[in-house]
């Protein structure tokens, strides 16, 4: 990041100016029925049908404790960006999703002991991770958020030196974070809302992680807006991409044509819309 520092300096700028927006949006987005578009959205005809663990079935493995990306629906069921985007790009395929929920930490062995297809869990591109998985294309951008306490704003990554970060365990939070001089404690957490729960108890005095989380979190959550805000945040280069096992070459192709497809007929931007997110071109 050092020596691209004026670069992302000025991409910084931009990134939190448009922060209140998004974090503004969450799932209110009443102009049209976006479910009704995803759910009439049909099999591709540039597309063969991909051989998959399940017949007829895509499954994704998902954290399902990352809103607003992907959480329970409290009735047994899941919800968010990615289910609503994997659920187009399955039919896409001419296949249905199934989300099966796991834990982070463990999820990509999980993919690579064929217990899902692809992982859809808000997944940054590292080179560390593309030495075991393949990528599909970026489907959204990667940004950091410092999440402090109001009265007590922290609005640069430097301002985190002698202070307690919670993170979300192996997360670009984390790795983003052990780069910082000086953070006297980094504290680790399975998923983070957990760490949001010790923010709100002082245990740790901020949270680092993806912003388009964070501000959902807050947004949907009476007691953290009067408390928390994004006062800060990270650019990073690692955008969203859904992993997919190196020998899977037919589903990673199928995912990316899919996924034009969608970006090209405006569903893919109506799913940004519906939760508050700023795509990729």
């Not at 017949?55 to 047994?76: K, R």
């Not at 002082?202 to 807050?218: K, S």
């Not at 034009?260 to 893919?268: H, M, Q, V």
């Amino acid at each position: 990041m050092k020596k691209n520092h004026i670069l992302l300096v000025a991409l910084l700028l931009v990134v939190m100016a448009l922060i209140p927006a998004t974090a503004g949006c969450g799932s209110d987005y009443a102009e049209e029925n976006v479910d009704d578009f995803i759910a009439a959205v049909e099999k591709s005809d540039a597309i063969e049908k991909p051989e998959t663990i399940e017949d007829g079935w895509i499954l994704g493995g998902s954290d399902t404790a990352f809103p607003p990306m992907e959480f329970s629906d409290e009735a047994g069921g899941y919800k968010g960006f990615d289910v609503d985007l994997c659920t187009a790009l399955a039919h896409k395929m001419g296949l249905k999703l199934q989300v099966v929920s796991t834990a982070w930490d463990g999820i990509i062995p999980g993919l690579l002991g064929d217990r899902y297809d692809i992982i859809m869990s808000a997944m940054s591109i590292t080179e560390e991770r593309l030495e075991q998985v393949n990528f599909t294309d970026a489907y959204l951008p990667g940004i950091l958020a410092i999440t402090a306490p109001i009265d007590a704003p922290v609005t640069s990554a430097d301002q985190l030196a002698g202070m307690i970060v919670g993170v979300q365990v192996d997360t670009t939070g984390q790795f983003a974070v052990e780069e910082i001089e000086g953070v006297k404690e980094i504290k680790k957490y399975p998923d983070i809302l957990t760490a949001f729960q010790d923010l709100a108890a002082e245990r740790v005095q901020a949270v680092v992680n993806d912003e388009p989380v964070n501000a959902y979190i807050i947004q949907t959550n009476e007691d953290y807006k009067a408390k928390f805000a994004n006062t800060g945040g990270i650019v990073t280069v690692n955008d969203y991409g859904y992993a997919i096992k190196k020998e899977n070459t037919s589903l990673l192709e199928a995912m990316n044509t899919a996924l034009a497809e969608l970006k090209a007929e405006g569903i893919y931007q109506k799913i940004c819309d519906k939760w508050g997110l700023t795509g990729v071109e």
